[in-house]
T-cell receptor, first 116, second 111 residues
C-alpha cells in the first residue's frame, strides 16, 4: 500500500476563495482523521470518521469548514470562504483502530495551505 | 474534552545528556501513543502503551504509562543529534477511537 495520500502538497490561494483538500486513506482502515497543525496550536483534531460516518466534528473551527467521506477510499476537507488565519498544514490520517494494540494512526505528508 | 498537556514545549540539550518529556491529562485513555515528526512529514508512531504502569523500551528511549492511564513519560538516555525532532503524545479515547494529540515537544540535540 502507498500509505495515506494527500493532495495537493501545497496550496496558495487568495482570501475568499474555496479550498478543497483531498485524502485517500489506507485500504482497510476504518477510521479517518483530519488534523490542522500550526506552531501556536499544535496538532488539532478537526473531525474524524468511522466507516465513512462523521463521529466527532467538534474541532471544526467554523461553518466555513466542512468535511465529507463519500466512500471508504476518499475524503475531502473544504474551506469556503478561506481566510488568512486558515493558513496551516492540514494532515489526514487513517487507522484500523481494532483493539488497544492496533490503534496506530498513519499520516499523509500533509497539505501546506497559505491564504493570502 | 480530553486534553493532553505536554512539557516542556522546547528542549535544547548537548549530545550525551538525558532528558524526559511528560504528557499529562485529567482523562483516562484506553491507550497512549508517542509519535515523532520530522520537518515536512507527518508524525510517525514510536510506541503504544496500553496497560497502567506499563514500561516499554526502544533502544535508548523508555516509555512509561501512568498507573491510572492518564499520563505518560518519554525518557531518552544519552541523546544524539539524530534524536532531534518534534515528539508528540496522543491519547486514544475510551470510546469510538478518538485520537487527540498533545502540543508537542521540540527537541534539539547539539553535537
Amino acid at each position: 500500500d502507498a500509505g495515506v495520500i494527500q493532495s495537493p502538497r501545497h496550496e496558495v490561494t487568495e482570501m475568499g476563495q474555496e479550498v478543497t483538500l483531498r485524502c485517500k486513506p489506507i485500504s482497510g482502515h476504518d477510521y479517518l482523521f483530519w488534523y490542522r497543525q500550526t506552531m501556536m496550536r499544535g496538532l488539532e483534531l478537526l473531525i474524524y470518521f468511522n466507516n465513512n460516518v462523521p463521529i466527532d466534528d467538534s474541532g471544526m473551527p467554523e461553518d466555513r469548514f466542512s468535511a465529507k467521506m463519500p466512500n471508504a477510499s476518499f475524503s475531502t476537507l473544504k474551506i469556503q470562504p478561506s481566510e488568512p488565519r486558515d493558513s496551516a498544514v492540514y494532515f489526514c490520517a487513517s487507522s484500523p483502530m481494532r483493539g488497544p494494540q492496533n490503534t496506530e494512526a498513519f499520516f499523509g505528508q500533509g497539505t501546506r495551505l497559505t491564504v493570502v | 474534552t480530553q486534553l493532553l498537556e505536554q512539557s516542556p514545549q522546547f528542549l535544547s540539550i548537548q549530545e550525551g545528556e538525558n532528558l524526559t518529556v511528560y504528557c499529562n491529562s485529567s482523562s483516562v485513555f484506553s491507550s497512549l501513543q508517542w509519535y515523532r515528526q520530522e520537518p515536512g512529514e507527518g508524525p510517525v508512531l514510536l510506541v503504544t502503551v496500553v496497560t497502567g504502569g506499563e514500561v516499554k523500551k526502544l533502544k535508548r528511549l523508555t516509555f512509561q504509562f501512568g498507573d491510572a492511564r492518564k499520563d505518560s513519560s518519554l525518557h531518552i538516555t544519552a541523546a544524539q543529534p539524530g534524536d532531534t525532532g518534534l515528539y508528540l503524545c496522543a491519547g486514544v479515547g475510551t470510546s469510538y477511537g478518538k485520537l487527540t494529540f498533545g502540543q508537542g515537544t521540540i527537541l534539539t540535540v547539539h553535537p
